[in-house]
């Protein structure tokens, strides 16, 4: 079975700091993925990567930046966390997509409740 | 914005009942899936149905899609309480290189004992 990691469960960090967010997938695959959840709005996508060093800014990218230096581990990272970044940070990976057939199933970590203070 | 939508947005059965939720879209589609998350966890896969596909099942699960209505629907048949959880559907988005998915806000169903 995929296996997708996330470094922590809880985190709890103050406006202003600077936040990385880990993620590691075991399972070769070359796209990942970080979302985050919020009550009524289900996940939106933050940014995604098809490959080593390669990024993609999702729907909403602002506040946040990623970096994929091996392909097995996919970072997210508040670079000044505010209030309004409280929420749940899910990451996913999945196989390339199949040309006209669309997307691969995706494989979730567990998430990551983020309170910033 | 999100591509689909999901309806109830909150559904509770009782033990051994049929819950349904359904699946509206917006634009065409290669693929819409269907995902659980039980509470505190993450998401996981329950079903892909292509778009030249009418229906799918897999185990207590049966999944439809109407692609002239832009709708899809998902049967949970016997409910358990195991099967307490949220469900999204998740449809493809093209990109230049790739895909992306767009989920729903969910359906959230409680199966009382």
């Known amino acids: 079975d995929v296996k997708v990691t996330q470094s922590s469960r809880y985190l709890v960090k103050r406006t202003g700091e600077k936040v990385f967010l880990e993620c590691v997938q075991d399972m070769d695959h070359e796209n990942m993925f970080w979302y985050r959840q919020d009550p009524g709005l289900g996940l939106r996508l933050i940014y995604f990567?098809?490959?080593?060093?390669?990024?993609e800014k999702g729907d909403i990218p602002e506040g946040y930046s990623v970096s994929r230096e091996k392909k097995e581990r996919f970072s997210l990272i508040l670079e000044s966390a505010s209030t309004n970044q409280t929420s749940m940070y899910l990451c996913?990976?999945?196989?390339?997509?199949?040309?006209?057939?669309?997307?691969?199933?995706?494989?979730f970590g567990d998430g990551t409740r983020l309170s910033i203070l | 914005s999100q591509q689909g939508e999901e309806d109830p947005q909150a559904l509770s059965i009782q033990e051994g009942e049929n819950a349904t939720m359904n699946c509206s879209y917006k634009t065409s589609i290669n693929n819409l899936q269907w995902y659980r998350q039980n509470s505190g966890r993450g998401l996981v896969h329950l079903i892909l149905i292509r778009s030249n596909e009418r229906e799918k099942h897999s185990g207590r699960l049966r999944v439809t899609l109407d692609t002239s209505k832009k709708s899809s629907s998902l049967l949970i048949t016997a409910s358990r309480a195991a099967d307490t959880a949220s469900y999204f559907c998740a449809t493809d988005v093209p990109l230049i290189n790739d895909y992306k998915l767009s989920f729903g806000a969910g359906t959230t169903v409680t199966v009382r004992a």
């Open positions: 996913a990976s999945s196989e390339p997509g199949q040309g006209s057939w669309g997307n691969q199933p995706q494989h």
């Open positions: 990567s098809y490959d080593v060093k390669m990024k």
